[in-house]
């Protein structure tokens, strides 16, 4: 790396020396989200480490990431090519791979119409408001059953291992339109290795940025490379047979329009950049691997906020109790009306700040912000956790209070207090699956709050502490679960 001449008028962006070969990367620790708030309250809001060999832009702060992102989208846009990704999706990651501009532009757009289509638009069942709908009901119907069946035979449970089963048979259902069976050896193996992924993903994982580290034997890594290769050949078996039964007549679900869309891509004459069959089918793999890891750990945290808060599940179970009753179960129509379940819902987002940055950027060209000189193609890290935590923008942030989201009265949830809470990114790169994960967290816990009460066992410790990761998760535990009508027998 030659550092570039420094256009007149631009600063030099600041931050801490570095040492050689390794640069910042011990400074980084166990949780760099936190290092790294710390760093910007003494070098500001966009500043430069040294992660090995590679200069590191580190942006925090709501408004400069607004500035990258929103305003200055396009320079902000791209990924940096690091090790780990060239594993994922076998180099032709969506979310993950270099991919050109008009490249990757051409897949987000496929893939959001592939989603919508098969989310969130009406569905062949009158019963529910959309295909979302009616998985996410079946699935949590079934995840009820299994954790009352779990409680009678072991008297307790570990809410992830349940929890992601669920989530991702509704994934499964829109992108194969199939379920698997809460003991499927295959899709059990599958789902619960997500930690040793989102391990290697979390930006600043050394082997990304000291090429020596690449050539030593690591466990993590092999896990990684493990992982990778079973989650491909997973969807590649279901995708052949899906080629095999194709009827163009008869478009199944996502991996069906996908396919489809193969063909029509032949006939677009508007559209300049040329996708390859395996670029345009292997979107599915990037959708069913962002949409079941993000949403599972998404409820298995709400699960433990729930226990170790147990006046807030209460209050959250009279309130559906009030609005929807025991009776009906409640349907996505109800998001409005539960004001402080969604103001629950943001706190998690906010307090867990599970996702504590996004996926890593890259600069597109030469560009600047705040002032700062940032040149073309340098790897960019978004802190989320850092704007959740501003104290500038938060009162008491490291206190769990749903109620920061509502009115005096109670009655509203404030909209604007709601957007400072960042979770899915912003711009350009923002999370296509937002709409689906809100509804999604939404009405599986509305329905488990109804349905079920969560709390803790004698001598099973309740650990809230993240452990790092591109998304982060509580450490496995061991829970109780009660039906609520067996608790007014
Ligand atoms: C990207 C968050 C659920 C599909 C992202 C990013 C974040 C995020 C932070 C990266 C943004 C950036 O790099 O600036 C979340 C959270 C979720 C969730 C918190 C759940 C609570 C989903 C779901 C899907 C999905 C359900 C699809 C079914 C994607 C895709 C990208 C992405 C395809 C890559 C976009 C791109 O690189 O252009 N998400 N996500 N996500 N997400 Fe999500």
């Excluded at 501009?101 to 638009?121: D, E, I, N, Q």
């Excluded at 829109?174 to 059990?188: A, K, P, V």
């Excluded at 891509?265 to 950049?273: A, F, G, I, P, W």
Aim: hydrophobic share 35%.
């Amino acid at each position: 790396y030659y550092r570039k001449e420094i256009p007149e008028g631009l600063r030099q962006l600041p931050g801490p020396t570095s040492f050689p070969v390794i640069g910042n990367l011990l400074e980084l620790g166990k949780a760099p989200y936190l290092s790294l708030t710390e760093m910007g309250k003494r070098y500001g809001e966009v500043f430069q480490i040294q992660l090995g060999s590679r200069p590191v832009v580190v942006l925090s702060g709501l408004e400069t990431v607004r500035q990258a992102l929103i305003k200055q989208g396009d320079d902000f846009s791209g990924r940096p090519d690091l090790y780990s990704f060239r594993f994922i999706n076998d180099g032709k990651s969506l979310a993950f791979s270099t991919d050109k501009t008009g490249v990757w532009r051409a897949r987000r757009k496929l893939a959001y119409s592939a989603l919508r289509s098969f989310a969130t638009l009406e569905g062949k069942n009158p019963e529910y408001s959309c295909v979302l709908e009616e998985h996410i009901c079946k699935e949590s119907e079934h995840l009820i059953k299994e954790l009352h069946t779990v409680m009678k035979t072991k008297g307790k449970f570990d809410p992830f291992r349940y929890i992601v089963v669920s989530v991702a048979n509704v994934i499964c259902g829109m992108c194969f339109g199939r379920r698997y069976d809460h003991h499927d050896q295959e899709l059990l193996g599958l789902v619960n290795l997500s930690e040793d992924f989102v391990q290697v993903t979390g930006s600043g994982n050394p082997a990304d940025f000291i090429p020596a580290l690449q050539y030593l034997p690591s466990k993590t890594m092999t896990k990684f490379v493990a992982i990778n290769n079973r989650f491909c050949s997973f969807v590649q078996k279901i995708v052949s047979e899906h080629y095999a039964t194709f009827d163009k007549d008869n478009i199944r679900d996502i991996t069906d329009s996908l396919i489809d869309h193969c063909e029509d891509r032949k006939l677009d004459e508007n559209s300049n950049v040329q996708l390859s069959d395996e670029k345009i089918v292997g979107i599915v793999n990037d959708l069913f691997g962002a949409g079941f890891d993000t949403i599972s750990t998404a409820l298995s945290w709400s699960v433990m906020y729930l226990v170790a808060y147990p006046e807030i599940e209460e209050r959250l179970f009279e309130e559906i109790k009030d609005k929807i009753g025991l009776e009906r179960t409640p349907n996505l129509s109800d998001r409005n009306n539960l004001p402080l379940l969604e103001a629950f819902i943001l706190e998690l987002f906010r307090h867990s700040s599970f996702l504590p940055f996004t996926i890593p950027h890259c600069s597109t060209k030469d560009t600047s912000l705040n002032g700062f000189f940032i040149p073309k193609d340098t790897c960019v890290f978004i802190n989320q956790w850092q704007i959740n935590h501003d104290s500038e923008l938060w009162k008491d942030p490291s206190s769990f209070i749903p109620d920061r989201f509502l009115s005096e009265d109670g009655t509203e949830v404030n909209r604007l207090e709601g957007e400072k809470v960042i979770t899915f990114g912003l711009g350009k790169r923002r999370c296509i699956g937002e709409v689906i994960a809100r509804n999604e967290v939404f009405l599986f816990l509305a329905i488990i709050i109804q349905k079920l009460h969560f709390y803790q066992l004698p001598g099973e410790p309740l650990d809230l502490s993240p452990e790092y990761g591109l998304t982060m998760k509580h450490k496995r535990c061991l829970l109780g679960v009660k039906l609520r009508s067996e608790n007014e027998q």
